[in-house]
């Protein structure tokens, strides 16, 4: 059974950092492109930053991008995205995701949440 | 990279209606776009791939129609477990999602 497990949100102060992590099972980590998407509180969802399955190519959103650093480590079939100088606007829930076929998103963790916040 | 527009954002619903969802991009995106299920505090859940394919264990209840710039989302007859919200999104060039569409009970 394919599992995606995120962890590492939490509340932080504007201008902070978090690191986010995103822990694989259930198929070849190492064989699969992955993303992160995030979603506002009560709002849609919003794709953050993308990473090939070597880690080579990333692509980041305009909203994100200069600030975020997405990474894996497929030895420890882990996911990360490292965020700093964080705002208010980056609140929400932040799901990993497992790309597939021609980039369709067929996996999604449960989430974990990033509080900005003074 | 393209911009989606879904219609309506709400839609109210009988159980056994037919109902449809439209998704617009603002430039061609062949047939790379998806529609995803997500129910409150869950993870969105993949229906539809490449504009008309099922995903593996999705009834056969959901189809998807389209290419180019205008496609739709289709529940033959709804069922009380898809009450919900749903979005497309287009992977031609990067990653964008629509707005969402809310379908709730009438």
């Known amino acids: 059974e394919v599992q995606l497990v995120e962890s590492g949100g939490g509340l932080v102060q504007p201008g902070g950092s978090l690191r986010l992590s995103c822990v694989a099972s259930g198929f070849t980590f190492s064989s699969y492109e992955m993303n992160w998407v995030r979603q506002a509180p009560g709002r849609g969802l919003e794709w953050v930053s993308y990473i090939s399955s070597s880690g080579y190519i990333v692509h980041y959103a305009d909203a994100v991008r200069g600030r975020f650093t997405i990474s894996r480590d497929n030895a420890k079939n882990s996911l990360y995205l490292q965020m700093n100088s964080l705002r208010a606007e980056d609140t929400a829930l932040y799901y990993c995701a497992r790309v597939v076929g021609e980039h369709q998103v067929d996996y999604w963790g449960q989430g974990t949440l990033v509080t900005v916040s003074s | 990279d393209s911009q989606m527009t879904q219609s309506p954002s709400t839609l109210s619903a009988s159980v056994g209606d037919r109902v449809t969802i439209t998704c617009r991009a603002s430039?061609?995106?062949?047939?790379?776009l998806a529609w995803y299920q997500q129910k409150p505090g869950k993870a969105p859940k993949l229906l539809i791939y490449k504009a008309s394919s099922l995903e593996s264990g999705v009834p056969s209840r959901f189809s998807g129609g389209g290419s180019g710039t205008e496609f739709t989302l289709t529940i033959s007859s709804l069922q009380p477990d898809d009450f919900a919200t749903y979005y497309c999104?287009?992977?031609?060039?990067?990653?964008?999602f629509g707005q969402g569409t809310k379908v709730e009970i009438k």
């Open positions: 999104q287009q992977y031609n060039s990067l990653w964008t």
């Open positions: 430039q061609s995106i062949s047939s790379l």
